[in-house]
């Protein structure tokens, strides 16, 4: 290919490339809208504010804030989840409302938290709070089972929280959650431990747990 090729050529690709960004964008926002629609439908005495955020490993993310008088309860959701669930649950409204129930049965505000400012903070937040909270919350939804918690350094995802059954020994035995994945949660205002606990009872009932 000749330097004039080259020449002629990068335009068409870049007007393709901004093609593709503004129809994402558009593809985004119509999704942002329908949601926040849900949202006025599923709590209308709640006045609803939204907002849009990018994650660099998980995506696009909307965030949702319920206001009511004096009070103000934030939760956020990944848009691929909102996707598969608007696309294969016939209850999709009352799953995204699930998460704000609970929040709302407090007296207190929920806003997002605050992220950590710096790799000691967000050690901090997964040492001291998310991990043992996790770890914690698997073994009360499994009392009658030895349960395996521990933190380990995957190959792709980087450290992962680790979970399994003691008394499986053999085949699929152990669950694993990027902590990265978990402390993004946590900033949602959502329960890290609920995906862990998704995939304990997977292997629970694939090793035949509670025969």
Request: charged residues 25%.
């Amino acid at each position: 290919m000749t330097e004039k090729d080259i020449d002629t050529q990068a335009p068409v690709d870049n007007e393709q490339e901004q093609d593709q960004e503004r129809e994402q964008a558009q593809i985004i926002m119509t999704w942002f809208q329908h949601i926040q629609e849900v949202m006025k439908e599923q709590f209308p005495e709640y006045e609803v504010d939204g907002q849009i955020g990018n994650n660099p490993t998980y995506g696009p993310m909307f965030a949702f804030t319920l206001k009511n008088d004096e009070k103000s309860t934030s939760c956020g959701f990944f848009l691929n989840e909102i996707m598969r669930n608007f696309q294969t649950n016939p209850n999709a409204g009352l799953w995204l409302s699930s998460f704000f129930v609970d929040l709302l049965r407090s007296p207190e505000n929920h806003p997002l938290p605050n992220p950590p400012q710096s790799e000691d903070e967000a050690k901090e937040l997964l040492d001291k709070h998310i991990v043992p909270y996790c770890a914690a919350t698997v073994r009360e939804e499994f009392p009658d089972q030895k349960i395996y918690v521990d933190l380990e350094l995957h190959e792709e995802h980087g450290p992962v929280l680790e979970a399994g059954f003691v008394a499986v020994e053999d085949g699929n035995n152990t669950c694993a959650l990027p902590l990265q994945y978990l402390m993004t949660l946590y900033l949602l205002n959502r329960d890290p431990a609920e995906p862990l606990i998704q995939a304990m009872y997977r292997l629970y009932e694939e090793n035949n747990l509670g025969q």
